[in-house]
């Protein structure tokens, strides 16, 4: 007969196993590669990516990636959840038309874009059959890289805005509505029944969907390559480089593990920003 005490330990037991076989040995493994040099503790591979000429821009583009296309994400996904949590019929159609994104690679969300914005895509035969340009326009160039950006920026929130939005549905969902109904017998408005009620009841959906979805904007990879290659140089994608065409593991490995501090500064800055009031006495 198992001890009860122990069934917590037995049931959790399989998750920790997986986690330690394909994460953290991993990680370890990763850490060591970017720390290490000729076997021994160095920061030498931090200096070669340091000094390469593509390091600082790669991180500007991401960090401006990042700050520039979750705040849009979350506003829009605020939006259609509450249009969304405020509907009757035809809720769950909606719904599933707005999260059908989420069933999209990245790459093929990048392809999709690349058909639209490309010299003989169908943006360029759309305004040309309506003349309003002369002839075919190449929109994704290098000597434009604030095109390549902003077709970047589009594609992300195309793509992935679907993952906060499902995140804040299932968050509104939870506030009772009698909250609602005595604010609205105090007589707020839907403007103020949303920022004095629901924001503040959703902020851990919004803590959750903010952390979720910035880590992924710095992971942002296949959508770049798609529509800008190598003339808009990201994070993930300068590792991916020294990975495979530079065959520089070490490099590799300092350049995630920027990512992974990055990633955990920016979660940090979320835990505490968007703390409950709970969370603040405690």
């Known amino acids: ?36 040099a000729d ?7 931090f200096r070669t990516m340091a000094s390469h ?26 939006g259609m959840a509450s249009i969304v949590t ?8 909606v719904l599933y038309i707005w999260t059908i994104p989420l069933g999209i690679s990245d790459l093929a969300a990048g392809i999709v874009w690349l058909a639209i914005l490309d010299q003989t895509g169908f943006l360029n035969s759309a305004l040309y059959s309506l003349g309003l340009i002369p002839g ?7 000597q434009s890289p604030w095109l390549l950006f902003a077709a970047v920026i589009v594609a992300e929130v195309w793509r992935a805005t679907a993952i906060m939005l499902v995140i804040l549905v299932a968050g509104m969902g939870l506030i009772p509505k009698e909250y609602y109904e005595a604010a609205e017998v105090f007589g ?3 403007w103020q029944r949303f920022v004095k009620v629901t924001l503040p009841l959703l902020k851990p959906s919004i803590q959750t969907a903010l952390i979720l979805r910035t880590i992924l904007a710095f992971e942002v990879f296949a959508v770049v390559i798609a529509l800008a290659g190598t003339n808009l140089p990201v994070l ?15 490099v590799a490995a300092a350049y995630a593990l920027v990512i992974l501090g990055i990633s955990i500064a920016f979660t940090v800055v979320f835990l505490l920003a968007l703390r409950t009031r709970e969370e603040q006495r405690a």
């Open 1 to 36: 007969m198992t001890n009860p005490r122990l069934l917590p330990y037995l049931l959790l037991l399989p998750a920790t196993l997986f986690l330690a076989f394909f994460f953290i040995m991993p990680f370890v493994q990763v850490a060591w590669m970017g720390l290490s």
């Open 39 to 45: 076997g021994a503790l160095s920061l030498d591979q």
């Open 53 to 78: 000429w593509k390091f600082q821009p790669a991180l500007v583009n991401t960090l401006l990636l990042a700050l520039i296309v979750v705040p849009m994400q979350l506003a829009l996904a605020l």
């Open 86 to 93: 405020g509907m009757g019929r035809g809720r769950e159609v």
């Open 136 to 142: 075919q326009v190449n929109w994704l160039t290098y």
């Open 188 to 190: 707020a408005g839907a």
């Open 236 to 250: 993930m994608g300068e590792t991916y480089t020294w990975q495979f065409a530079m065959q520089r593991r070490g």
